[in-house]
């Protein structure tokens, strides 16, 4: 009995896992576990379809010598120590922190920050971090490394964008960048600052990347809940826009509501709204939020004869997002975008059931913006509603106004018809002829009449 139980111990222990069970008993990312594997410092085998597999014994034996000090892995203990931290934690952002304490102390090391890449930003954005900012004498310029919160625009840093794109650290004399990823984009990376930041030895630096695995994992949890609430807040956002723009049939109050509604679902500096008039084949300026006093008057109209990209936008199928940074950005578009002071212009066309109704315009001044493609369907789907209900406050206006006519061509009737009569109903011409200036004032909507004979000689 004895011989059989050891014997099903022995092929327990002969069982191979896959990466992600091996991961998840080491308590590390899958990429770590592959690292060390292809380094040798945890043995595997590789199926003929090239996947890893590893035995638990083997596992078990590496965890034994992490945690008695072991040489199997030198830093072993360690990150297994924070790996096991930020997976108790369920907030990324005290993940994040574990990984900037456990490097802030390494050798040689003042401080360590960590920051994700913000593709709508084209940057890197500080989230964490942790250590002693470093000192500088008084006369020395401050420190361009951010704290967290800070954000390095990728245009003017030209170094750290071939970073991300190429996964490579990039090492300064004080400082040491080393991306991270998951798959093969990188989300983020490890700014070290310090004395002996740039110099890291080989094991420490391959320690440091084990390290970024833990963060990028606590970068995309992180980025993944504020894409669920993003989410609900666009569906929130297009609910509430639609209660907005469909509670009155006004077509100012449509549109008011509309820009309005617009500025606050995106957090966009200002709105535009531009009705079509067909007939003048023009833009006409009729509505704005967030607008500065002086930038466009209401009414303002933009002939498109002159304004070729303007036509080209209003009449076309997509939304055209401008930057005043492009090269290749439309000449004319560049002097309206610099005359007013803007970075960027989303221009979305309104349009239903085939008719071109006008143009909305999402424009910010402080900076460039990208905007992700989430942004762009909520841009879209609050464009579509806009459109339906322009289309439906304009029916409603016409319908008012040919009501508005039958009413008035029905008094004209009227009077015409008592005038009629009363020139058929007496001889009196001073008095017929009294009765029909007032009649004719009252058809005319006058303030006076007066009424001459031609006497003949």
Known sequence: MDTEREGRR????????????????????EHTLRR???????????????????LPGDLQRFLERCGAGGNGHADGGALAAVSRAAARTEDPMEALAQVARALAGEPGVDRCLVMEHDGALDALVGLA?????PAAADDAPPAEDPAAGEVWLLVERPAEREMLRGG?????????????????????????????????????????RDLGDLAALAVHRLQAARDRAAQAARMESLLHAGRSMT??????????AVAREVVDTFAARYCVIWEYAEDQDALIERAGFGVDPGFCVDGETVMLEERSKEREILFGPEPVLETVSDPE???QSRVSMERWGEKTCLSLPLQFGGATLGLLAICETERERRFTGEEMELARGLANQASAAVHNARMY?????????????????????ELSLKLG???????????????????????GCEIWARREA
């Open 397 to 417: 206006r016409d319908l008012e106004q040919r009501n508005e006519e039958l009413v008035a061509r029905a008094r004209r009737e009227r009077l015409l018809n």
């Open 36 to 54: 060390w594997a292809d380094a040798g410092v945890i043995p595997c085998r590789r199926t003929p379809s090239g996947q890893r597999q590893f």
């Open 247 to 256: 509670s009155s049939l006004v077509l100012q109050d449509v549109l008011d």
């Open 129 to 133: 971090s942790a250590g002693a900012t």
């Open 425 to 447: 109903s007496s001889l009196d011409l001073r008095e017929v002829l009294d009765s029909a200036c007032r009649r004719i004032c009252s058809i005319l909507d006058a303030g």
């Open 10 to 29: 022995l092929r327990g222990r002969r069982r191979w896992l896959r990466v992600a069970a091996a991961a998840e008993m080491l308590e590390v990312s």
């Open 168 to 208: 490579e650290p990039l090492r300064g004399p004080s400082r040491l960048c080393i991306p991270f990823a998951i798959g093969a984009t990188a989300n983020g990376c490890l700014v070290l600052q310090g004395p002996g930041a740039g110099r890291l030895s080989p094991g420490r630096l391959e320690h440091a």
């Open 329 to 331: 950005l439309d000449p």
